[in-house]
């Protein structure tokens, strides 16, 4: 009979099918360790064909930071790697580290761990037999798509601006305690969400050497679909961003976005980033507009009581 570990091993890391995931969930723990070991033969060649099928998709559309991050990480396209290796070559650059995490991690917390230069990592991968369905990220999207972004110090601070502005907005909220705490809550994470969506995980940026837009978003970045249509599909929106409007554009997660917003370098983000956390201050994201993405009672009680723990 097959010990528990045993049955780990074969079933291997793969998304919504991990046991080693479903214990660690069972227990409480968000922050876990990566099993290396554990990753099946299928779960390899599902990295593999993944890594192949992107590798043209980037050099035609990724931003050249991210081409050059990919260089500094040394990814080796044959296997699912290992944090600690890509952390050896990540940190020295620019003090980020891959977290791995057992599943989904409130917003409040991933937020924190940003300004922390602590990247929040999944570490299942999907099934090798649907590489374009992903019910949840995985480690492709998480090490592929988001980490050589990492590397490049000017994205990396704007990251951690990010992300202290983010938590900050609910440590604002905490610390003034208004009548309407939950719904302001509710009100700054929608907003800071549709920030990270449209910027971090599916912006675009106009090239400086007149090359057209090329691909910073890591949501694009990861998908062999998506990053083609962003650019080139007459079905997809492109507008200068705008940050009146990207904090009050509700999104879909569900399907290809019809809406993108251009940036024109990286110090024009850290610029929007700045410009986001001075509405924050003043109270601007407040009451910005309803619908998705929606945030729960659960998202919002975890916030609060984290925010409430640190001061």
């Known amino acids: 009979m097959e010990s528990k570990a045993q049955e780990a091993a074969t079933a291997g890391l793969t998304t919504t099918k991990a046991p080693f995931i479903e214990g660690a969930k069972s227990r409480g723990e968000l ?47 044959e296997r699912v790697p ?3 290796e890509v952390n050896r070559f990540l940190a020295p650059l620019t003090g980020f580290k891959a977290k791995p995490v057992s ?86 994470m929608r907003a800071m969400a549709r920030f990270f969506w449209f910027t971090i995980e599916f912006g675009l940026m106009r090239e400086a050497e007149g090359d057209g837009l090329k691909v910073y978003g890591s949501g694009l970045l990861s998908s062999y679909g998506e990053i083609e249509h962003s650019v080139d599909s007459p079905h997809a929106q492109r507008v200068p961003f705008q940050l009146e409007w990207v ?49 729960s009672e659960e998202e919002i009680r975890i916030s609060l009581e984290a925010a409430r723990a640190k001061q």
């Not at 993108?260 to 983000?269: I, N, T």
């Open 31 to 77: 922050f876990i360790s990566q099993p290396w070991e554990q990753y099946s033969e299928e779960n390899h060649q599902s990295w593999r064909n993944l890594y192949a099928r992107m590798a043209d998709r980037w050099e035609r559309y990724a931003n050249h930071r991210f081409l050059e991050g990919l260089g500094s990480l040394g990814l080796n396209g």
């Open 82 to 84: 290992k944090l600690e």
């Open 103 to 188: 599943g989904y991690v409130p917003a409040y917390l991933f937020f924190d761990c940003l300004g922390r230069r602590e990247f929040p990592t999944t570490i299942t991968i999907r099934d090798v037999a649907t590489p374009d369905y992903l019910p949840e990220p995985d480690i492709f999207h998480d090490i592929a798509g988001h980490v050589p972004m990492h590397t490049d110090p000017a994205f990396a601070e704007t990251l951690v601006r990010f992300g202290r502005a983010a938590a900050g907005a609910v440590e604002r909220l905490v610390a003034e305690e208004p009548d309407d705490l939950e719904e302001r809550v509710a009100s700054n």
């Open 247 to 295: 904090i009050n554009q509700s999104f879909r997660i569900d399907r290809f976005q019809p809406l993108l917003f251009v940036v024109d370098s990286f110090d024009h983000l850290f610029d929007e980033v700045t410009r986001l956390e001075e509405w924050m201050r003043s109270g601007r994201l407040d009451h910005v507009a309803p619908c998705e993405p929606v945030i």
